[in-house]
Each structure stands twice: as structure tokens, then as C-alpha cells.
């Protein structure tokens, strides 16, 4: 634990919870390292500091006297209508465009979009099983426009055994499974032609919360088609637009 405190070279047993409040307060003013790193940083020392006293190495935890960090709040907003209708203009490729309707249309991680293949789509139901945190098995569904887009793009792909293959594949040969690194870059290149900023796959999945729920979805059926395991989680998702509200209070008020 070298550099905590106002000394180096401090006993662990001997650090205290000024000693972490002091050095936080200068990595913060000499790094710029935001409150929500710091606060990551806190709760695995904190594991940290358990496991010595578990391990009867010192008798007290001193993360526990820092006290909460209070976190900057940023609203991560969703993609606009403009927005959405931006990036599918400017997709360059069938599989572009597929793959923009596949993460919009499923709300899947980007770690889900890329693992299943061909033949886990089920076409005529417009659905198909995805493997979320934990290996946890859920559902989920094709809208009209991605079952059409997705169809076209593997009607391009005349490899034998499709079924077999993987969804997404690269532009080039050798066709290889495209990669969560492959995805991310693309869409930052959509994004830039299309003039859309923040433009990642997590964005879709917060965006077709968003739509469901204004649709009229309830929350808890939100949280299954999100793969939740609590509604706080999903609660994080919810952006409750300027225009609802005012047309809740026409109707309410």
C-alpha cells in the first residue's frame, strides 16, 4: 500500500481512513480521475481490507470511514428518431444495416450480438434464445424490419453449412466471426458518417428500452426482455422524455 497517507512507506496495519480520504483528494486533484473510479477503487479495497481481518493480518477496515463518494450524475441518453434514421442512411453494407436493426430491434450486449449463429434464429417466429450474464437463458424477438434486413444479408453469404456459421462475420475473407472490438469500431464509423456522436452498442439497447416503454411496455416485462435480474437495474435504462411528461399532465392534470 505504498504512497497512501501523508507518508510513504506507512504499515498497512497502521493506515487510517484520513490516510485514504487524503490520498484520494490528491489523485483527484494532481490526475483528474473521476468520482466513479474512485469510488471502484474504494469498494476492491474495501474486499481487500476484509480479507485481512478475515485473515486476522489487522483489526479494522479503514475504507469503512471514508464514508459514500458522491457521484457525478450523467443522463445517458438514447438515440433521437433523427438519430436512428441517420445511422441506417449511412450504413455502407447490408451487413451493417442488419446488424444496426439486430441491436436495435433485440436490445442484446454486445457480447450476445456476436456469439450466436445462423441457425439459432428462428425466422418465422422472429425470435431466438441469447445466453446473458451469468450464462442465463433468455428470449428475444425480430422486428418486421430486422427479420428483412438480416434475411438479405445472409442471402449474400453462399457459404455451404450456413446454419453453422456464425450471424456476423467479417467484410473479408476468411468471413471470421466478428469480434465485440469488430462491432465497436464499426458503429464509431457509422457513427462519424453519420454525424451521430456516442455512437456504441450499449446506445441501442438503452434506446429500444426507452421506445418500449413509451409504447406503453411495463417495466417488469422490460426487465425479462432485458435479461435483468433486478428492476433497479432496469430502472437505470429509463429516460422519461420532456414530451410524456407534458402529455401525462394534459391528461392527468
Given at each position: ?93 447490408l451487413r451493417d444495416r442488419a446488424l444496426a436493426e439486430f441491436l ?150
Amino acid at each position: 500500500m505504498y504512497g497512501l497517507g501523508s507518508q510513504r512507506g506507512k504499515r498497512i496495519e497502521d493506515i487510517t481512513g484520513m490516510d485514504l480520504r487524503y490520498y484520494y483528494g490528491a489523485m483527484r486533484e494532481q490526475r483528474g480521475i473521476k468520482m466513479s473510479t474512485m469510488q471502484t477503487r474504494l469498494h476492491y479495497l474495501s474486499s481487500f481490507w476484509d480479507f485481512l481481518i478475515t485473515e486476522e493480518l489487522v483489526h479494522s477496515n479503514p475504507v469503512k470511514k471514508v464514508g459514500l463518494i458522491k457521484l457525478e450524475k450523467t443522463i445517458k441518453k438514447p438515440f433521437s428518431a433523427e438519430e436512428m434514421e441517420a445511422l441506417r442512411v449511412n450504413c455502407s453494407n447490408l451487413r451493417d444495416r442488419a446488424l444496426a436493426e439486430f441491436l436495435y430491434s433485440t436490445g442484446v450486449r454486445v457480447s450476445e450480438l456476436v456469439a450466436p449463429n445462423v441457425g439459432d434464429i428462428e425466422m418465422g417466429k422472429q425470435e431466438l434464445i441469447v445466453y446473458g450474464k451469468g450464462s442465463k437463458e433468455r428470449k428475444t424477438y425480430l422486428t418486421d424490419s430486422a427479420k428483412f434486413y438480416l434475411r438479405r444479408y445472409l442471402q449474400t453469404r453462399k457459404q455451404d453449412g450456413l446454419n453453422n456459421q456464425p450471424l456476423f462475420v467479417t467484410l473479408d475473407q476468411p468471413y471470421d466471426r466478428l469480434t465485440v472490438v469488430g462491432v465497436q469500431y464499426m458503429l464509431r464509423q457509422l457513427g462519424r458518417r453519420a454525424g451521430v456522436k456516442n455512437t456504441h452498442p450499449h446506445r441501442f439497447r438503452r434506446t429500444i428500452v426507452n421506445d418500449l416503454l413509451a409504447r406503453g411496455m411495463k417495466i417488469e416485462e422490460v426487465k425479462e426482455f432485458l435479461g435483468h435480474e433486478k428492476l433497479d437495474t432496469t430502472m437505470i435504462y429509463c429516460t422519461i422524455k420532456e414530451k410524456n411528461v407534458q402529455a401525462s399532465h394534459r391528461k392527468y392534470a
